[in-house]
């Protein structure tokens, strides 16, 4: 089959791999019929999240199961499926308390016998073996492990591109405001207008925001904040004019909920410098920490843009000062999608309003081009293989 592999920093191709066969009695096959590009890509792209073999891509995709293995009965050939980004076994300790990003399970490369973190957790698709080494969705088939945990079957009459993104950015947007604690009336300001911080103000206005605010350094992408999400918008020029900006429309206090949905991106010079993955110079976390200024004392920062290992100068004072809540993880989309599916299928909420490219998979190299250099005024990138 053809699939988007990984070789090395900022060199993705469409290659022949091996098709993928059921290994395991809980998995399904998957024959995709759309996928798209994430910004978490890019990280990997980037080289921030390393990886060192050839692997396939793509944790956002939907399509139609091909087969199931024998363990599996909520679905079979022909059902039209959507599949949360991350893999999860669904009876471990995380998995029954609302962390399927947490799962004990999923991941082999993960954990104290000499694994990258000292405890189990989190498994992606197309994340690199960090994540679990799992070959992803950007391609014509995909392998779904523990597929009576992760897929939903969508109803009849909606098209892909209305629900293709429940796989990820708007649970993704939708736990940013949900860790916000928003109950209604709340000033909300956005880091990043790109597709997570789009859908984040989408759903900070489903939970009865007062006031949402996307911030970003592309003109293009807040006009599309303003247009898609209907929200007042911040030219990022500095630090200091942000934060100065943010108090000025609150009455000094600063924002209820600050939303960090850009991550590591606003360093990525940084680690273009050091030409490396490792030992490179620690960036900041630019944006988290503006988040910390730009919150109201006894506010709340939810991060859901990515950091790794070399962004992790936190300023820690500021946090304890302030007397912040902060939290941030990768979403647990399992525990959140039938509800927003259900959002989706009354017409309350509109998520196919950002894509502005499709591409044939064929030419997701240059997909990829597009998205990560802002060309075009690009905000999402759909695949179709
Ligand atoms: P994207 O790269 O398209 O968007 C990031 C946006 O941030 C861009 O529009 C960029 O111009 C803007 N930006 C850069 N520096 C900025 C700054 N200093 N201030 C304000 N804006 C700035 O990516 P995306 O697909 O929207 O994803 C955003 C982040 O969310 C990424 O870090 C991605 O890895 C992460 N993500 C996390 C999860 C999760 O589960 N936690 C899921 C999906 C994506
Ligand atoms: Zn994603
Ligand atoms: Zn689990």
């Known amino acids: 089959m053809k699939a988007l592999v990984f070789h090395k920093i900022n060199d993705v191709r469409v290659e022949n791999v091996e098709d993928p066969k059921i290994?395991?009695?809980?998995?399904?096959?998957?024959?995709?019929?759309?996928?798209?590009?994430?910004?978490?890509d890019l990280h990997i792209?980037?080289?921030?999240v390393p990886q060192m073999r050839n692997m396939v891509l793509g944790h956002e995709f939907m399509g139609i199961v091909e087969e199931v293995g024998s363990g599996i009965t909520n679905?079979?050939?022909?059902?039209?499926?959507?599949?949360?980004?991350?893999?999860?076994?669904?009876?471990?300790?995380?998995?029954?308390?609302?962390?399927?990003?947490?799962?004990?399970?999923?991941?082999?490369?993960?954990g104290p016998e000499g694994g990258f973190m000292d405890q189990k957790g989190a498994a992606?698709?197309?994340?690199?073996?960090?994540?679990?080494?799992?070959?992803?969705?950007?391609?014509?088939?995909?392998?779904?492990?523990?597929?009576?945990?992760?897929?939903?079957?969508?109803?009849?009459?909606?098209?892909?591109e209305q629900v293709l993104f429940l796989t990820d950015i708007f649970p993704t947007g939708w736990a940013a405001a949900d860790w916000g604690r928003i109950k209604g009336g709340e000033t909300v300001a956005i880091f990043g207008a790109g597709p997570v911080g789009i859908m984040a103000a989408k759903s900070a206005?489903?939970?009865?925001?007062?006031?949402?605010?996307?911030?970003?350094?592309?003109?293009?992408?807040?006009?599309?904040?303003?247009?898609?999400?209907?929200?007042?918008?911040?030219?990022?020029e500095n630090q200091e004019q942000v934060v100065e900006e943010?108090?000025?429309?609150?009455?000094?206090?600063?924002?209820?909920?600050?939303?960090?949905?850009?991550?590591?991106?606003?360093?990525?010079?940084?680690?273009?410098?050091?030409?490396?993955?490792?030992?490179?110079e620690k960036g900041t976390a630019k944006v988290l920490e503006t988040c910390l200024s730009a919150v109201r004392r006894g506010g709340v920062v939810s991060v859901v843009g990515v950091y790794g290992s070399a962004f992790d100068n936190f300023p820690i004072y500021k946090w304890f000062d302030k007397g912040v809540t902060l939290m941030g993880t990768q979403a647990p989309v399992q525990i959140y999608i039938d509800h927003l599916m259900k959002l989706v299928q009354e017409g309350k909420v509109r998520l196919d309003d950002i894509i502005t490219h499709t591409l044939p998979l064929d030419q997701a190299a240059q997909g990829y081009e597009i998205f990560k250099k802002k060309e075009d005024n690009c905000v999402k990138v759909v695949l179709k293989p």
């Not at 290994?23 to 978490?40: M, N």
């Not at 792209?45 to 921030?48: K, M, R, S, T, V």
């Not at 007062?210 to 030219?235: F, K, W």
């Open 23 to 40: 290994e395991e009695s809980r998995d399904a096959i998957i024959r995709v019929t759309s996928t798209a590009i994430c910004g978490s």
């Open 45 to 48: 792209l980037d080289g921030f």
């Open 75 to 110: 679905l079979k050939k022909g059902d039209r499926v959507v599949v949360p980004f991350p893999i999860a076994c669904g009876t471990c300790y995380f998995c029954t308390h609302q962390w399927p990003t947490q799962c004990e399970n999923s991941n082999p490369n993960y």
């Open 124 to 160: 992606l698709f197309g994340y690199t073996d960090l994540y679990g080494g799992y070959n992803g969705g950007q391609a014509e088939y995909v392998r779904v492990p523990y597929a009576d945990f992760g897929p939903r079957i969508v109803p009849d009459g909606l098209t892909d």
């Open 205 to 236: 206005w489903l939970m009865g925001a007062g006031r949402v605010i996307n911030i970003d350094l592309q003109p293009y992408r807040l006009e599309m904040a303003r247009q898609a999400a209907n929200s007042e918008t911040i030219l990022w």
């Open 246 to 280: 943010i108090r000025s429309r609150t009455e000094g206090r600063g924002a209820d909920v600050c939303i960090d949905a850009v991550g590591m991106e606003a360093d990525r010079s940084i680690l273009d410098k050091a030409k490396a993955v490792f030992n490179v």
